[in-house]
């Protein structure tokens, strides 16, 4: 129903800055959330940001104040914005579209991923 792509990773000093990129095939109003995952090396697919059709935005706490959530409708895109990275900010970033199904369940489609990787 919907497929996203992410794009924007790199390599980058502690204390730099990146911004990720996830374009949907649909548009963004007609999806429940969009979200920003990552995994690090040898850890589980972890929650770092979320964004609702309506606007409304969550961050988890270990990157509260340092990244961002935002979208442009108009191009379908939602946007990581990620500064003061840190050494452990380094994990492939995925973004998902949620949308809710005929059953009522909300699924998520996944992107490819894109590599951050914060060394000095």
């Known amino acids: 129903q919907v497929q996203v792509v992410e794009s924007g990773g790199g390599l980058v000093e502690p204390g730099g800055s990146l911004r990720l990129s996830c374009v949907a095939s649909?548009?963004?109003?007609?999806?429940?959330?969009m979200t920003w995952h990552r995994q690090a090396p040898g850890k589980q697919r972890e929650l770092v940001a979320i964004?609702?059709?309506?606007?409304?935005?969550n961050l988890a706490d270990s990157v509260k104040g340092r990244f961002t959530i935002s979208r442009d409708s108009a191009k379908n895109t939602v946007f990581l914005q990620m500064n003061s990275l840190k050494p452990e900010d380094t994990a492939v970033y995925y973004c998902?579209?949620?949308?809710?199904?005929?059953?009522?369940?909300?699924?998520?489609?996944w992107g490819q991923g894109t590599q951050v990787t914060v060394s000095s």
């Open positions: 964004i609702n059709s309506g606007g409304s935005t």
């Open positions: 998902s579209a949620q949308l809710r199904h005929s059953d009522g369940k909300i699924y998520p489609y």
């Open positions: 649909r548009s963004i109003f007609n999806i429940n959330a």
